[in-house]
DNA sequence: GACTGTTATTTAACATGTTAACTTAAATTT
DNA sequence: AAATTTAAGTTAACATGTTAAATAACAGTC
């Protein structure tokens, strides 16, 4: 069954087809009824929605502290990753945050003016920028570490460890199966 | 088990952390090691981080089609809601298409430019702007919504139906979740 | 060692995301 | 009905997303 794909399941649902079938003023058709072939997936059980929804959602719960400390969600995503990991460079931030590079560039501008990171030079590589973080950075990650963990768990204790873990199997799994092919 | 903020695991599974411990040149330390209370979550098991692979992981599918056709992700979502549902107002469409009032502003301007839809006067309530979809758009909406179709089929049958049924009810509960509190 | 191709990063240009402030029209209050 | 409040859109300002082109450094070939 895949009612994504099917007019009249649309039609029935949404109640909008209903009531003689979408014509403007002048009577021209204003929508697609009737033409079941060509109708699109519809919305509201579509995958690219729905991963935008979620993420939204979880978001909400991040971006007032994170705005709080004056950080956007790449920003902090990035001095995270280079606590995490130490010094690393900018093509490797950029596959471990999902920025990709031209977003990068701008993000390390801003934070190294920022004085939470700093750029050094690859002795081996010139085509490269090292990333480090900074020993204020470092204090900015000590206060909200903190929090954001506080948030997490109270997000995980709401929905569920169980069914987080199966959504994250499910997302990695969809997510890698695209980034073969 | 909550791996995703220990710091011990981390540190095993990264294998960042066993060589020294990341000083750099100064012997400045650079990195949390030995800090595991402020220590964030693993960016690996995030929730964040996996909803955004899993969406662009996604969109890379069909993204191309949409760019050979001169649509964005957002302007193609205006379109179809508007050819799904007739004729709606601008509010409404932020709602359905999860675009926020100024994006959607933009989003407006130009596919009005571009002819694909036309602004409307609500006669009952002056601050509406009320959205319909033209002819040209209508047209356009016909070629890509078989192309659309295929695409989503196939990413249905390489990941499974059953699997992504699931995966839209977790992300629906999990969206609910955050609407609410 | 000059040529060619490749890789890492940046720049450019345009589209969208995000928050706050503003404008106008409706709805409420008094 | 005038004043206040609320709601719908828009504008502004800055950050990021997205694609293509440019730059610079490395790698391999002849």
Redesign the pocket.
């Known amino acids: 069954m895949t009612p994504e794909f099917n007019c009249a399941v649309i039609a029935k649902t949404s109640g909008v087809f209903n009531r003689q079938g979408m014509t403007d003023a002048a009577g021209k058709q204003t929508s697609l009824e009737g033409q079941d072939a060509f109708l699109p997936p519809n919305t509201r059980r579509s995958l690219p929605i729905a991963l935008l929804r979620a993420r939204?959602a979880v978001?909400e719960n991040f971006?007032p502290m994170l705005?709080a400390h004056d950080l956007?969600?790449?920003?902090w995503r990035v001095i995270r990753i280079l606590a995490e990991q130490g010094v690393i460079?900018?093509?490797e931030m950029?596959d471990k945050a999902?920025?990709?590079?031209?977003?990068?560039?701008?993000?390390?501008?801003?934070l190294e003016e920022r004085g939470l990171i700093s750029?050094l030079r690859d002795e081996?590589?010139?085509?490269?920028?090292l990333l480090e973080i900074t020993s204020s950075g470092l204090s900015i990650i000590e206060q909200v570490a903190p929090e954001s963990k506080a948030i997490y768990e109270r997000l995980q204790s709401r929905f569920g460890r169980e069914k987080i873990d199966v959504l994250l199997d499910l997302l990695d799994e969809l997510a890698d199966l695209s980034q073969q092919s």
């Open positions: 939204e978001m971006r705005a956007t969600e790449q920003q460079d900018a093509s950029a999902f920025i990709l590079p031209p977003s990068l560039t701008r993000i390390i501008r801003t750029k081996n590589d010139g085509r490269r920028v």
